[in-house]
């Protein structure tokens, strides 16, 4: 949803993707163009691997083929996999699980205009969801968070128990200044996917914009946070703030004219404190799951992902 969403903790998008931003999710792209020659080798060399893979699987059906392209794309190959969407589309068709791919692979790989017009035909499909989603992200990385709000709610009526999606959602929203919306899509993010560095990280971010920073340095600590995740947390949580007073304080001004011959001036902004009072009920990973220990607990927010924002 994930300024594109901040990818040092992947609050964004997915990939917003959601940097610290939609996300997300997840939402970084990356520009062929600044591929230095050495990544280019490493493409290239990837798309070797994943070729000799592809043989060795015995790849007969059409979701076969989508599983391995799924692989591909998790481990980042996503020049790659844009090759194989072309051989698998040339054999069976295309369906909107190949055009679902497709455009996930396109925004990954600094394609926004094509990847665009991909979830679109994705629309008044199965995969329709997929192509709200995004939308999301692609907006999202615009820094148009208000509109990656809409698009994730579209989304999220089709996939209500989406984890991923809802944490774009809800990091969105706090992006568009709607701190109190985005509560409610952060907690069923984190009770749905506990052990989500994303979803950990995003919550972190809400409890601090919303001057909850007991509440947030508990989670961040039962969750192992890294001093640099924090600090992206809290910097993030700072601009949030800082747009929010500035919207706020416009707002007052605007809306409650004085006469002509007294000066403007802007009321004071005075956040609504959160009614929500302690963890509201959210657990960590290590509670869910007693019997690991800390060392297994997740260290630090993974900032990409292959359905996020950048």
């Given amino acids: 949803m994930s300024a594109s969403f901040n990818p040092t903790v992947r609050i964004v998008w997915a990939s917003m993707a959601m940097g610290l931003a939609l996300a997300v999710s997840g939402c ?18 990837a798309f070797e691997a994943a070729t000799e893979t592809k043989s060795s699987a015995n790849i007969d059906t059409q979701a076969t083929y989508l599983k391995v392209v799924g692989q591909m794309q998790q481990q980042g190959l996503w020049f790659a996999s844009l090759a194989h969407i072309d051989s698998l589309e ?70 209500p128990t989406d984890a991923l999606l809802l944490s ?70 700072l601009q949030i703030r800082t747009a929010a007073a500035g919207s706020s304080a416009t707002t007052a001004s605007t809306s409650a004219m004085p006469p002509r011959d007294e000066p403007i001036v802007p009321l004071p902004l005075a956040l609504k404190p959160t009614r929500w009072a302690g963890m509201g009920g959210v657990r960590t990973a290590t509670q869910l799951n007693p019997s690991v220990s800390p060392a297994d607990t997740p260290l630090s927010p993974n900032p990409t992902s292959p359905r996020g924002t950048p």
């Fill in 168 to 237: 774009d959602l809800g990091y969105a929203s706090l992006r568009a200044g709607q701190l109190e919306e985005a509560r409610l899509p952060l907690m069923q993010s984190l009770q749905l996917q506990p052990d989500s560095k994303q979803a950990q990280a995003n919550v972190a971010l809400y409890l601090e914009a919303t001057h909850q920073q007991e509440q947030a340095t508990a989670l961040m600590d039962a969750n192992r946070m890294p001093e640099a995740t924090r600090a992206a947390v809290r910097a993030a949580a």
């Fill in 28 to 45: 970084a792209t990356t520009s062929k163009d600044h591929y230095a020659a050495s990544e280019d080798a490493q493409q290239r060399q």
């Fill in 90 to 159: 040339q054999r069976w068709g295309i369906t909107p699980d190949s055009t679902r791919v497709r455009a996930d692979a396109l925004r990954h790989t600094g394609q926004a205009e094509l990847a665009e017009a991909a979830y679109k035909r994705l629309l008044n499909t199965p995969q329709e969801s997929a192509g709200y989603r995004g939308l999301g992200l692609l907006a999202g990385a615009r820094g148009q968070y208000t509109e990656a709000v809409q698009l994730f709610k579209q989304a999220q009526r089709r996939t």
